[in-house]
């Protein structure tokens, strides 16, 4: 499986951004997708979730409100769409696959599968 994340790139704060996780293989409908995110000297964190189903979402409290996370079965891909970009957002973005399928959107799983990231920049 391989796990390709894009659309990062450089906004204004209060910009938006749509990052997309395209996936390899026959299986992505039956995984649970995760979105984390790594800042410069943090450590890396949830951003949010969504069930292999799309009906379930788990988002972050420090991005909730503003981030979106949804996908397309069909097209093997997971989407994060970010809207009123703040400077503290400015982080690598992962997008992630756990190790078993048809789990949940809580934080705690185990992943088997991670995106090469993309760069999200938030300029104030």
């Known amino acids: 499986v391989q796990l390709q994340a894009s659309g990062g790139g450089l906004v204004q704060a209060g910009g938006s951004l749509r990052l997309s996780c395209a996936a390899s293989?026959?299986?992505?409908?039956?995984?649970?997708m995760d979105w984390f995110r790594q800042a410069p000297g943090k450590e890396r964190e949830f951003v949010a979730a969504?069930?292999?189903?799309?009906?379930?979402?788990n988002v972050a409290d420090s991005v909730k409100g503003r981030f979106t996370i949804s996908r397309d079965n069909a097209k093997n891909t997971v989407y994060l769409q970010m809207n009123s970009l703040k400077s503290e957002d400015t982080a690598v973005y992962y997008c992630?696959?756990?190790?078993?399928?048809?789990?949940?959107?809580?934080?705690?799983?185990?992943?088997?599968?991670w995106g090469q990231g993309t760069l999200v920049t938030v300029s104030s």
């Open positions: 992630a696959r756990p190790i078993r399928p048809l789990g949940g959107v809580l934080q705690g799983r185990e992943y088997g599968y």
């Open positions: 293989g026959r299986t992505f409908s039956m995984y649970t």
């Open positions: 969504i069930s292999w189903s799309g009906t379930t979402t």
